[in-house]
């Protein structure tokens, strides 16, 4: 039996965000394994703690990269972008409070904010309108075979009757 086209699209439109999500997070990781603490903003030397946070910073990119393909293989979308989603809403809210306590001063602070923001935000809807239409396309597959095992005793009971 064929995949309704709807299941389709949603599947190639998931894989093209993890693909692009896996790269994004593998591109993170490799910035903060290569950057020295001479290399970072004031911001992120906070957020880095000092700059011995680069090596974590690195390890948890590296760990949604690897969520996301994980996602891809598993045909599901919940862990990598959820937790892309997570690190940047981090990263949007650390920038957002630097600049609170800076007294208002770095727009600069903000822009970066708002960069990390935007995108979780973004991810997160995306992950909450698939995880629907996922949990939407379980449900049809679970109604209609119901219907098919429903049409099948109907089927059996007719035959029952002509013999």
Not at 25 to 41: E, K, M
Not at 44 to 60: D, E, Y
Not at 87 to 114: K, M, T
């Amino acid at each position: 039996m064929r995949k309704p086209q709807p299941a389709r699209r949603v599947m190639i439109g998931r894989n093209i965000i993890l693909t692009m999500g896996a790269v994004y997070a593998l591109r993170q990781s490799i910035y903060y394994a290569t950057i020295g603490p001479d290399g970072l903003s004031p911001a992120q030397t906070i957020i880095a703690g000092g700059g011995h946070l680069l090596g974590a910073w690195s390890g948890l990119w590296g760990v949604v990269a690897v969520l996301c393909v994980v996602d891809m293989v598993n045909r599901h979308t919940r862990q990598g972008l959820s937790l892309l989603a997570g690190v940047a809403l981090g990263w949007g809210l650390g920038y957002l409070l630097i600049w609170v306590f800076d007294g208002f001063q770095d727009f600069a602070l903000v822009n970066a904010a708002i960069g990390w923001l935007a995108p979780s935000v973004l991810i997160f809807g995306f992950v909450a309108k698939v995880s629907a239409l996922q949990d939407i396309i379980t449900a049809l597959r679970g109604t209609i075979a119901e219907q098919q095992r429903t049409i099948a005793a109907l089927q059996d009971q007719i035959r029952a009757k002509g013999d």
